[in-house]
């Protein structure tokens, strides 16, 4: 099993450039999720799905677009990079385990926004 | 809302010695699961060890456990006999049952000395 499949490691953005962090899961995991994780802060929500179609806003929402068509799949967008997202970026996978649960996360994305 | 906190920014012990990393929270919920995560340099996000609330005996991984204090909302890691491989980014984590998302405190630094 591959896990969380996050892509890409790195990315370098002008400011205005949009572009989509892929994230699969091969768990079959209802739950999905991405966060992004700042210097001196812990990780915050942008975006959830709790299972295909349904998706919610996180914590950090704004400039940040997420769909759910499959089970695998939970694509990050970003509309219009801003230097305020410069950050790394975490897309995890969880399931509703019966007393039994974890959270599996990617390898992280670190984006710099110039 | 859910709220963690860990007070202590960085912490360092000697190579063998135990050493305590402190969390609390705030919630108003009666169910919900607890984790420790350890992220080293190499970014990744790695389960130490969890706890579910409605759980009166506190959870152990080998050389890690956890002292649960659920009326006290306190979650803290004990690591004993400290190796030089403990040493990263220790952060605690609240997971709701509703939508097994994670909130996040803001991370200790461990650093294991040899």
């Known amino acids: 099993n591959a896990g969380v499949t996050q892509t890409p490691k790195f990315q370098v953005l002008k400011t205005g450039q949009s572009m989509t962090l892929q994230c699969a899961q091969d768990m079959n995991h209802e739950y999905m999720s991405w966060y992004r994780q700042d210097p001196g802060m812990g990780l915050r929500l942008i975006h959830y799905?709790?299972?295909?179609?349904?998706?919610d806003q996180g914590e950090v929402p704004n400039g940040y677009n997420v769909s759910r068509s499959t089970t695998e799949d939970f694509p990050l967008r970003l509309l219009s990079a801003a230097p305020s997202q410069t950050s790394v970026y975490f897309c995890?996978?969880?399931?509703?385990?019966?007393?039994?649960?974890?959270?599996?996360f990617g390898q992280g994305t670190r984006l710099t926004v110039v | 809302a859910q709220t963690v906190t860990q007070s202590q920014p960085e912490m360092s012990v000697q190579e063998a010695e135990t050493v305590t990393l402190s969390c609390t929270y705030d919630t108003s919920e009666s169910n919900y699961y607890l984790f420790w995560y350890k992220q080293p340099p190499s970014r990744q996000m790695i389960l130490v060890i969890r706890q579910e609330a409605y759980k009166q005996q506190n959870a152990t991984e080998n050389r890690f456990s956890v002292n649960f204090q659920k009326a006290a909302k306190s979650f803290s890691l004990k690591i004993s006999d400290s190796q030089l491989g403990d040493t990263a980014m220790y952060f605690c984590?609240?997971?709701?049952?509703?939508?097994?998302?994670?909130?996040w405190g803001a991370g200790t630094k461990l650093i294991i000395k040899p």
């Open positions: 995890a996978s969880s399931y509703s385990g019966q007393g039994n649960t974890e959270a599996f």
């Open positions: 799905s709790v299972g295909a179609g349904i998706t």
């Open positions: 984590a609240f997971m709701r049952y509703s939508n097994y998302q994670l909130i």
